[in-house]
């Protein structure tokens, strides 16, 4: 969802808009401070980024990207990897960690270091890349990410990984359907959100194009629109309970 989207949406006066939570009129305000804030961030991150994956060396691979602002990593994160790994028969998986997100002014306020630095201590495993390639790309959105990704990633199979939550509010982000059409995507299920994804527009939009569960290992070799709803054991992990029981992460 761009910002021009979100400023120009349409929204009621308790922040409800068909089922889905939306910024009030001061909330606006503070998102539009907010991009601002942003692009400082992403453009500190570019200059000062250590972790770029050399995408030359990856011919051949089947990679997942789970992108987000892991403010911070928890053990959601790990349940959900170990889950692509080998349901999708990935080689690698990156959890890219976004310079800031435009509709998280929360994540802004954290460095992208210290995230990079934390996510990096939550995860232990061979396949798994902690890498700050979308600081390096000065991308804010997921469409532009991508699009960067595919004209860098020639002979690699790219998976796009997301929570369920991510699709209910996916037809909200900016070029959503791009998306979908730019890459293969496993969804996860998250807790709580099931019957909304599944009713999701963006999962209406893109039925044809469901793939089963059971086809999953071969989605990598796919071509887009193509994506599979993987159900996987609830993890109940997430960066908002874990900020409220231990607060902020740059207080750790």
């Given at each position: 969802?761009?910002?021009e ?49 050399a995408?030359?060396d ?7 990207v ?18 692509a ?6 080689d ?20 992208v ?12 495993h ?9 600081a390096?790309?000065?991308?804010m ?13 020639s002979g ?20 959503w ?19 909304r ?56």
């Open positions: 969802m761009s910002l989207q979100a400023t120009h949406c349409k929204y009621s006066r308790n922040g409800r808009m068909h089922g889905i939570e939306l910024p009030t009129a001061n909330a606006y305000r503070r998102l539009r401070a907010s991009f601002q804030e942003c692009r400082h961030t992403a453009d500190h991150a570019r200059e000062s980024a250590a972790r770029a994956p995408l030359a990856r011919r051949g691979l089947t990679i997942g789970l992108g987000g602002s892991f403010n911070p990593a928890h053990g959601g994160h790990v349940h959900i990897s170990m889950h790994i080998k349901n999708l028969a990935l690698e998986l990156w959890w890219m960690v976004s310079p800031c997100n435009p509709l998280k002014p929360l994540a802004a306020n954290v460095p270091h210290t995230r990079l630095e934390r996510a990096a201590s939550t995860v232990s061979p396949r798994i890349l902690v890498t700050d390639i979308e390096r790309f000065g991308t959105y997921t469409v532009d990410t991508l699009r960067k990704l595919s004209m860098r990633r690699i199979n790219v998976i796009w990984l997301m929570g369920s939550d991510c699709l209910v509010q996916m037809h909200l982000w900016k070029d359907k791009r998306i979908f059409e730019a890459v293969p995507i496993c969804v996860f299920s998250r807790p709580g959100e099931l019957p994804a599944r009713n999701s527009v963006a999962a209406r939009t893109f039925e044809a194009s469901r793939m089963q569960q059971s086809e999953a290992a071969r989605l990598g070799q796919m071509e887009p629109p193509a994506w599979v709803f993987a159900t996987i054991p609830l993890h109940a992990g997430s960066s908002t309970e874990f900020r409220r029981v231990n607060g902020p992460l740059e207080h750790l």
